[in-house]
């Protein structure tokens, strides 16, 4: 046992030994100690991550969904519903993807889909590892998502079975899939399924492609054919060959310089491929599908291209259910309108309108093409066509900035006048040859659509402003010039943009962006809601009196006229675009012609909005007379969508007040401004007029006095009094009557009337009667006008006494005096009987005087005793109070019992004047 023990004790020994100088070497070098700890925590830590990884692709891979035999089959596709959720269309049916075996695709056109998606496509299992690592590098630098590595498979998979978010998960079972889907299926069959799958800027697959697009089987395809074909997939609406076809030339170059570079063709033939125009190509051919409500449905499918994370081919292929704004009905009355409703100037006239609801901004019809076309996704004129928009931007950029920047009032005064721009010396003028109108309300200038005050506006409002506010209705801006203020764009508008912006003064200030896609469901349940944001983008003063302005220039004072629809308010623009001279010569139009080159309608309801274009393609092809046939469109459309709805008007909100104020002046107007010096205006409130205008007032010195006139008829012992007065001032008056009876001092009144005349029965023989007449303003009763006076001496009662033969016949109205002839009357007048004039009333034969007391109010009246003996009575005096002479006086017209007057042998109803004609 010692043996042992001591060998025991030597082995601790020795062991002791050994520690002590791997110490003491340690302590020599402790770098190497410290890097060997961090490389086994970096492996710790890389095991962790690797392990979470797997556990995290596991959880990915477990929610992946199977390889479901149907969807290989392509049978999941889109559906589109209209606004009251009916289904309205389909992607899908044979026609529309004929199928190919792999068999019948030739080597040129596999070699060009291989050449530019996936040349490692035959030796890769499902992923390329080489073009993976490259993209995982872009992702790392540039961000997830920032460069793809699909391969053929991969896409087969993504496009039948997942979605197109660019997620990690959704990577992670792409990839899975695309493994599994290779170790199920061989390389032909998945590139058959590609192939057939494959989304190629309107039709599906390379077979109906082939057609579509060259009228050719595919082994007619040559190897420029077959390139152009590869090269869609990546942007089927930016490379479409029929609307875009430089794009898709280029892109077919770039495939053939890859299959160039590959080996898949020689040099000669890339370059005989690459020499080959592209319009020699393309053969569209007419034997393809229709699909309905074409204007429509191809703005629905820019929209969803435009959605991040929707890819192209998704939209054909993923089983996606689409709802939209459509209205079917006004979708088909618009496109039965363009088509078959409107007067044409001539086949090369082209028009387009974008329906909008107002409040939403839901687009609810398209008409973007005058006749149906053979071919999908072609250009669309009411969403695609870029021209210069004329007057209607002036609410956008001139007015409606001034009122919101500056609080403009609906009254606001700019004057026409010759002026130019800031930087140039060119002359503004008004359209169609019309002067200048000098000054005038913004109300006036933007319903005649005069062209110096919107300039005058837009420079006052400042281009910066005026651009933030155009802008924020959805108007493209990019160098901006003052001609814009004109509606001189250079690059232009669409129709679609037009009915956004003027949508939101319709709604209140609120601008929504028209949209023809409310949500987009998918198989799997997940929905995308694409309805945008309503943002306010002005005051809710501006928004309404630029629509109550338009309103104006829709109706009968301004240019819009034959916009209007009856019963529904309306407001809305006018818009043209001029030719050059240079352009008219050019173009050989007739320098008397009102030639324009577009012809624009904006306008809106409460309800709906519609914007509406017409023109030419090119301008060489025609020019229009004027508006109308916008406006003619715009009127018909709007009729048909409102009928059987009723439309409020704009609601007036409470920071604007109407306000009538002096036309000339702009002040509050006075009691005596006359109506028709008065306008009734909107004010921002707070800045309306408290000033009250003094252009019309008036004092006793403007108004004159009353004419009156006063005398005695001795029939009826009374004393007959009349007045009238006329003042050049507006309002009515009424008349304070005083009286002074004999043996008064004073005037005592009689009565405040409106009356013109009085009577004083029996009044006092010998008695003098003064009687004065004041006109008193019912406006101001401080304004009186100088009072007119005037007396009346009543004879004595002996003086009144008369023979039979006169004073006698007169009271009890003598039958022989009634019927005496005309010669009688006149031998009357020879012998010293005072005319009914009032004037000299002697006998030039006569031995005695005639009474010569007429008034000179035509009330004298001679004796009537036909002999000239009576006693005349010729004191000179105003008030000629001689007895009357029968009832021939005019002082007679106020007599309560006229005598019946004596039958008139003249023709009925020739009375002398002639009819006025009603305009003058």
Sequence with gaps: MSDEYRTRQERKKAMSHTKNRNSSKSSGKPGKSRVKKILTALAIVFAVIFAAGGITAVAMIAGAPDLDEDKLRMSNNPEFYDKDGEMFATLSGAESRRHANIEDVPPVMKDAIISIEDIRFYDHFGLDMRRLGGAVWANVTGGFGAEGASTITQQVVKNLFLSSDKKISRKVQEQYLAVRLEQRYTKDEILEMYLNMIYLSGPYGVVEASDRFFSKELDELTVADAALLAGLPQRPTAYHPLNHPERAEQRRNTVINQMERYGKITAEEAEEARNTPIEDQLNPSTNHEEYPYQSYMDHVLNELESIEGIESSDIYSSGMKVYTNLDTGAQEYVEDLMQNGLNYPDEETLSAVTLMDSETGRVTAIGGQRAPSEERRIYNLATQINRAPGSTIKPILDYGPAIENFQWSTYHQ???????????????????????????????????????????????????????????????????????????????????????????????????????????????????????????????????????????????????????????????KTGSTNFTSEEREDYGIPSDANAIKDGWFVGYSSRYTAAVWTGYNDNSNGFLSGTRLAQDKFRQVMAHVHEGQETPDFEQPDSVVRVGVEKETGLLPSDFTPDSAIVHEYFVKGTEPSSVSEEYEVDADDLGSPQLEAAYNENLHSIIANW?????????????????????????????????????????????????????????????????????????????????????????????????????????????????????????????????????????????????????????????????????????????EPPEPEEDDSDDGETGDTEQDPEE
């Design 414 to 572: 700019i004057t026409d006048e010759e002026h130019t721009y800031t930087d140039s010396e060119q002359v503004i003028r008004n359209s169609a040859g019309r002067g200048y109108f000098g000054d005038v309300s913004m109300r006036e200038a933007l319903a005649l659509s005069l062209n110096v005050p919107a300039l005058k506006a837009f420079q006052e409002v400042g281009s910066d402003q005026a651009r933030s506010f155009g802008e924020s209705l959805g108007m493209p801006l990019d160098n901006m010039t003052e001609a814009y203020s004109l509606g001189g764009f250079r690059d232009g508008v669409s129709t679609l943009e037009m009915a956004g912006a003027y949508g939101a003064f319709a709604n209140g200030g609120h601008y929504t962006k028209p949209y023809t896609v409310e949500r987009v469901e998918f198989p799997d349940g997940r929905t995308i809601d694409l309805t945008p944001d309503t943002n306010r983008v002005m005051e809710d003063y501006t928004a309404f009196m630029i629509s109550d302005m338009l309103k104006t220039a829709a109706s009968s004072e301004g240019t819009g006229q034959h916009a209007n629809v009856d019963g529904i308010p309306l407001a809305g």
């Design 724 to 896: 009238s007065f006329s003042a050049d001032v507006p309002g009515d008056f009424t008349f304070r009557v005083e009286l002074r009876e004999p043996g008064e001092n004073d005037y005592s009144e009689v009565d405040m009337t409106k009356e013109t005349d009085l009577v004083i029965e029996n009044p006092e023989y010998g008695g003098t009667y003064s009687f004065r007449i004041t006109a008193v303003s019912d406006e101001d009763e401080n304004l009186e006008s100088e009072p007119a006076s005037t007396e009346v001496t009543v004879p004595e009662e002996e003086d009144l006494i008369e023979d039979d033969d006169g004073i006698l016949d007169d009271i009890f109205e003598d039958e022989d005096a009634e019927e005496g002839t005309e010669e009688e009357d006149e031998e009357q007048e020879d012998n010293g009987n005072g005319n009914d004039d009032g004037e000299d009333n002697g006998n030039d034969n006569g031995n005695g005087n005639g009474n010569d007391n007429g008034n000179d109010n035509g009330n004298g009246n001679g004796n009537d005793n036909g002999n000239g003996d009576g006693n005349g009575n010729d004191d000179g005096s105003d008030d000629d109070n001689g007895p009357p002479e029968d009832d021939d006086s005019e002082g007679d017209e106020d007599e309560e």
